[in-house]
């Protein structure tokens, strides 16, 4: 399990969170959000970090899961870095 701290600006405090995907052969976290919490601040405080300890970051919202339901093949190639 991939724990990251993340300083949470609401709160002000140090808290912890597990991301919803997380696949080391890419090191790529990958968020789902629901719309209200998609453009939070702890939300956004959760991704800075995550990036800022080098991952690579997907977040998705309903818009996202749409496409991707739609074609998977795009979220392979993002992931892989490849272009379309």
Do not use: C, W
Request: hydrophobic letters at 35%.
């Amino acid at each position: 399990t991939l724990l990251i701290p993340y300083f949470d600006t609401n709160r002000n405090l140090v808290a912890s969170t597990i991301p919803d995907f997380y696949l080391p052969k890419y090191n790529v976290v990958i968020e789902v959000k629901s719309n209200g919490l998609l453009n939070s601040t702890q939300t956004k405080d959760k991704m800075d970090a995550i990036k800022g300890m080098g991952y690579n970051t997907f977040l998705f919202g309903y818009k996202q899961i749409r496409l991707i339901h739609d074609s998977p093949e795009r979220l392979v190639k993002a992931i892989k870095n490849e272009k379309s």
